[in-house]
RNA sequence: GGAGGGAUGGCCGAGCGGACGAAGGCGUUAGUCUUGAAAACUAAUGUAUGUAUUCCAUACCGUGGGUUCGAAUCCCACUCCCUCCGCCA
């Protein structure tokens, strides 16, 4: 949720960031719903000031005063009883629209409209020629290491089963990369998956993208997309201690999404499932600082990739591109040989205030409270990773055979 | 799943219809004393909103509703925690 004060205080660069996304929103509409909620609460507030007034003279007052003074606090009680009534209303009609705004772009993201206005800012690794390049499923499925088929048998479609040696080389990435994170001060995590409704409207995901989570409606819980949910929501209510930031963790947990709408997209293997299991980074920041804690986890991300020895290359994603509740978000794309392109495989976003706020994570500055910035980036998206693995390490034979300094990190030299 | 107990400020804990934003203690911060530190003493110490900006008003005692002129305090529902029984990786 963006600041309200902005209102107030900035409206130009609310335009100018709803501009960027393309977004047409009549703002004048939301200045007048919001004027309406503070008068409307102003003036409520003074007749409660007045009843409360009465009500402290009531309990002192002799027997032939009291009956006219209940009389007139009775009457009193009603007013401020509708007057707060219709507080709720309008704050309510506000907030309903208030928090649908997207979170304020930043100066450095580039403007666009699609993935195609996204700005490359640069290629790493070197990508080997591959002649008539296999697709990941074709060759994991003549290994017998992945089996679509059955899973949509047993699940539908988009679910898969790995076997035998790409699951040992699944605990090893995940293990890998718990230990890389924690050496920089991530806290290793495994955070609860199913969540309440709140934790959602806390990070965003809720009410604009609530068509893609799944829900249990028995026990009214929410299936997480990302550890970043949990991860996030662990510090609701707080008020951190300036000196302790940035709090950092580096959370594992299976991610469910129903990936409604990309229906024909994707469609082979398991580049898009609805299970995945995930390294997710997260970080609690200091407002001042988020800008570099954003590069710092970009960093990351690829340090590990170029110690996966994958192919990769950074983009900006564009304005028009970019999640709601993200202010800036790099993605990092691994060069996948059966499509001749570069495919995303991890994604970090500075969300500035925006989850904080909402989430109402604060930490102290000079006396004063100040909604703290949140960062997050993906660490190791399993499935991916394992595509880029293997179609970038494929032989002519249809074997997988890694490099020496890769098998000592996946715990497994070929794939046969 | 069954039976009982509980939720109050950073922490512990009192209050159980009006003088309560909330006693007391701990902690923290500042000061006095001291070469310095400790101890002792003194003082300060929640959050948010506002047509207030060193003053004032309003809200917040798990969450939501109700009773009442007035609710931390009474009633109802929910959530969470603890104890015991049952079941279970």
Not at 108 to 130: A, H, M, Q, R
Not at 162 to 182: P, R, T
Not at 230 to 254: C, V
Not at 384 to 395: D, Y
């Amino acid at each position: 949720m963006l600041d309200p004060n902005l209102l107030k205080e900035n409206i130009d660069l609310l335009e100018l960031s709803l501009t960027k996304r393309n977004l047409k929103i009549d703002i004048s509409k939301l200045e007048e719903l919001n004027e309406e909620r503070k008068s409307i609460r102003f003036e409520a507030e003074q007749k409660r000031a007045e009843q409360k007034e009465i009500g402290k003279l009531i309990a002192s007052a002799s027997v032939d005063e009291k009956a006219k003074m209940l009389e007139k606090a009775a009457s009193l009680s009603e007013e401020v009883k509708s007057l707060f009534d219709k507080v709720e209303e309008k704050d309510r009609r506000f907030f309903d629209e208030w928090i649908k705004l997207p979170n304020l772009i930043s100066d450095s993201s580039p403007v666009g409209k699609t993935d195609e206005d996204n700005l490359e800012i640069k290629k790493v690794g070197n990508i080997k020629k591959i002649d008539n390049p296999k697709d990941h499923l074709q060759i994991a499925e003549k290994l017998g290491l992945i089996d679509v088929q059955k899973a949509a048998d047993v699940s539908g479609s988009r679910f898969s089963y790995l076997f035998g040696d790409l699951v040992k080389i699944e605990f090893s990435l995940v293990s890998w990369a718990l230990n890389k994170l924690s050496d920089k001060g991530f806290i290793p995590t495994v955070p609860p998956v199913l969540v309440r409704e709140k934790a959602l409207y806390g990070t965003g995901f809720f009410p604009d993208d609530a068509e893609q989570v799944y829900q249990i409606p028995n026990d009214d819980l929410y299936l997480v997309g990302t550890s970043e949910v949990p991860l996030a929501a662990l510090k609701s209510d707080e008020i951190l201690s300036l000196e302790n930031l940035p709090i950092r963790y580096a959370g594992f947990s299976t991610c469910f999404r129903r990936e409604a709408g990309t229906y024909g997209k994707d469609t082979s293997g398991i580049f898009r499932v609805h299970q995945f299991d995930k390294v997710e980074m997260f970080s609690f920041c200091d407002p001042e600082k988020s800008i570099e804690e954003h590069e710092f986890i970009l960093s990351v991300e690829e340090e590990i990739l170029q110690e996966l020895e994958i192919p990769y290359r950074v983009v900006d994603v564009c304005s028009g591109d970019l999640g709601a509740s993200a202010s800036k978000k790099y993605d990092i794309e691994a060069w996948i040989p059966s499509q001749n392109t570069y495919r995303e495989v991890t994604s970090c976003s500075n969300t500035t205030d925006y989850q904080a706020r909402r989430l109402n994570i604060r930490s102290k500055k000079d006396g004063n409270t100040q909604i703290i910035h949140t960062l997050n980036g993906t660490a190791i998206a399993v499935g991916r990773i394992l595509i880029a693995l293997i179609e970038n390490n494929q032989q002519e034979d249809g074997t997988v055979k890694f490099s020496e300094s890769l098998s000592n990190i996946l715990g497994i030299e070929k794939l046969s």
